[in-house]
Structures are given as structure tokens and as C-alpha cells.
């Protein structure tokens, strides 16, 4: 079955120091990958997405995700955090049968950024 | 402006009441979604619209209705709901729901509380 695993449910970083959220996906094929991000009280924002071509996407805001097939991971990274980057962030994924647009999420990765 | 319009932000309700949830989006997209998002559980797919046809019901219970007047509304008809139901209802919107190439726009969504 296909399913999303973000290992770590809350991380917290210094401002300035690097970012990096795990994503691991079951898939039968290639997937389409997605990272959303949402802040407190708001819906979720597309920060990057991998279709197919360079493993290595950039977004927005700084960051960039790198699709590792053998790893079956999609890790968001971005090099200094800052404050605003407090949030919680969302991997992933689909398409599945039908071809519709159906994503699967994962659980979500709660960032705390310390000043 | 995020494009995707949802109201009621807030909605308390009492479990014999009826209350509809309502997303409009700005973006001319073709399909439309509702997900709920329960605290520390993974974003849950309820319905797909596209071109205003249902394509997916996920085994949602009956007490939830949707309405897709036209592509750019969607209306989520409440009644008889139970405390679990409380939580924070998503509306999506994508260009065409049977291309999984298209990201999801998310509006700011609902905060249902359920007495």
C-alpha cells in the first residue's frame, strides 16, 4: 500500500543553523512528491514538488528537496533557518489508479526555530 | 490572498445541528477537494470534484454531503455530527483533478468544534 513516513514529529533548530525533514515514501512506480508547509491557523502553502528530471528541486523560501529513488526518500533541506520558518511541514505524494489527483500525506514535521 | 476562500473560519455546532462549510476559488481550476485534518493524524482525502462531476467519496460517512454547485464552489453540508468530527476542514483546488501533474491550492480552512 502506498503510505508516507515522516520519521520525526517535532524538530527544533537554532535560527541560522540547517534544516533537514525526512520524508520516506511506499510506492509502486515513481511518484509525484510534493512539501507543503503550513503556519498556525492557515492552510497548507506548495513549497516545492518533483515531477520527474533533476533529483535535486528548489522552492520557495530557500528550500530545496532531493528524491532519492534507491532511498525512496524526498528530504527537505534548507541551509539557515529562520524565525519565520516555524511551522509545520507536510510530504506527499501521488498519483495513484485513475490517474486522479489524489495525494497521501504524511504525518507532518513540527519545526521550532530557537532565536 | 491564497486563492482558495473558505468560510466559516470558526464553527461551533451542536451535534443535532445543520451547518454547511463553504470554498470558493479564485484560481479557474477545474477541481475541488475537502480533507480533514485531525490533530496529530495524517491529512485525511474526503472528497474529489472535477468539472463538478464527485470522482472519489473516501467511505465518508453520510452525515457529510458535499455540493459542487459550479467548478469554482464547493460546499461541505453538515448535520448530526459526532465529537470526532471536530477538527480543521480543508478545501483544495487544482486545474484538473484527472492530471496528477497539478499541485493543490489549499484555502485557510474551517475549525469545526463539535459540543
Known amino acids: 500500500a502506498q503510505s508516507v513516513t515522516q520519521p520525526d514529529i517535532h524538530i527544533t533548530v537554532s535560527e541560522g543553523a540547517s534544516l533537514e525533514l525526512r520524508c520516506n515514501y511506499s510506492?509502486?512506480?515513481?511518484?509525484?512528491l510534493f512539501w507543503y508547509v503550513q503556519s498556525p491557523g492557515q492552510g497548507l502553502q506548495l513549497l516545492l514538488k518533483y515531477f520527474s528530471g533533476d533529483t535535486l528541486v528548489q522552492g520557495i523560501k530557500g528550500f530545496e528537496a532531493e528524491f532519492k529513488r534507491s532511498q525512496s526518500s524526498f528530504n527537505l533541506r534548507k541551509p539557515s533557518v529562520h524565525w519565520s520558518d516555524a511551522a509545520e511541514y507536510f510530504c506527499?505524494?501521488?498519483?495513484?489508479?485513475?490517474?486522479?489527483?489524489?495525494?497521501?500525506f504524511g504525518a507532518g514535521t513540527r519545526l521550532a526555530v530557537h532565536p | 490572498e491564497t486563492g482558495v476562500t473558505q468560510t466559516p473560519r470558526h464553527l461551533v455546532m451542536g451535534m443535532t445541528n445543520k451547518k454547511s462549510l463553504k470554498c470558493e476559488q479564485h484560481l479557474g481550476h477545474n477541481a475541488m477537494y475537502w480533507y480533514k485534518q485531525s490533530a496529530k493524524k495524517p491529512l485525511e482525502l474526503m472528497f474529489v470534484y472535477n468539472f463538478k462531476e464527485q470522482t472519489e467519496n473516501n467511505s465518508v460517512p453520510s452525515r457529510f454531503s458535499p455540493e459542487c454547485p459550479n467548478s469554482s464552489h464547493l460546499f461541505l453540508h453538515l448535520h448530526t455530527l459526532q465529537p470526532e468530527d471536530s477538527a480543521l476542514y480543508l478545501c483544495a483546488s487544482s486545474q484538473d483533478g484527472g492530471d496528477s501533474n497539478q499541485p493543490q491550492h489549499f484555502g485557510d480552512g474551517t475549525r469545526l468544534s463539535i459540543l
Open positions: 510506492y509502486g512506480a515513481t511518484p509525484y
Open positions: 506527499a505524494v501521488g498519483p495513484f489508479s485513475g490517474g486522479y489527483n489524489k495525494l497521501i
